[in-house]
């Protein structure tokens, strides 16, 4: 995956050294919406943990395997590769729900987001008030979109109307414009965080969401 600076651009891999390149050296042209408007300088110094690292740590309970899940969530989110067979929305949620039903929250969900915001560009959703049943139900999307974050959903969000969404392509209107269809390969990934658990029972529903609980 590259990341894009308007002093050049990192690329993130396995095997990559992380340091930072010339645009120059791309094969060919980017659009111009996928940089960011700031720049980047990369020290390299003594191995110390991220704040950012102990703060994944810390809301998966020192889980490690739930640690590399949520690891690999993000890594899925900052890359732009996408498959029809395997698309999947990102759901983050509670890892207990109380008897009564009412949620606890601030666990740290909201700020998965906040932090893919610095990188990748974002359309942040008000999970709480949005409505499928509007005719401009995806007008927030814009050419260069990458995800939409869905943030603090309700008990009720209706995760069905995303499906086709998720694995196919996206239908936007904007008031007095004619509808276009953003294909598969250039629609932003969905991300979802909730105090609730995500209503749906079937294969439908599990094919198409990956959960990560935080605790």
Not at 33 to 58: A, G, M, T
Not at 68 to 73: F, I, M, Q, R, T
Not at 74 to 89: D, F, T
Not at 177 to 189: N, Q
Request: some cysteine.
């Amino acid at each position: 995956a590259y990341v894009y600076y308007n002093n050049g651009f990192v690329c993130l891999g396995r095997n990559s050294e992380g340091g930072l390149s010339s645009c120059e050296e791309l094969e060919s042209p980017i659009w111009q919406h996928i940089i960011n408007e700031r720049s980047i300088d990369l020290i390299k110094v003594k191995y110390k943990k991220p704040e950012y690292e102990q703060f994944l740590w810390n809301v998966v309970g020192g889980n490690e395997q739930r640690f590399l899940s949520l690891c690999s969530v993000i890594g899925y989110m900052m890359h732009g590769h996408k498959e029809e067979s395997n698309a999947k929305a990102i759901v983050l949620c509670d890892q207990k729900i109380p008897a009564d039903g009412e949620p606890n929250g601030r666990t740290g969900k909201s700020l998965i987001g906040k932090a893919l915001e610095k990188i990748k560009n974002i359309e942040r959703v008000d999970g709480k008030n949005f409505d499928f049943k509007s005719t401009f139900t995806f007008q927030m999307v814009k050419l260069g979109t990458q995800i939409i974050d869905f943030n603090d959903v309700d008990a009720n969000f209706d995760f069905e109307r995303l499906f086709s969404v998720i694995t196919d392509g996206m239908t936007v209107e904007y008031k007095n414009k004619t509808p276009f269809v953003v294909p598969f390969s250039e629609s932003p990934k969905i991300m979802i965080s909730s105090n609730y658990t995500i209503k749906g029972i079937g294969s439908s529903y599990k094919d198409r969401m990956f959960e990560i609980e935080f605790t």
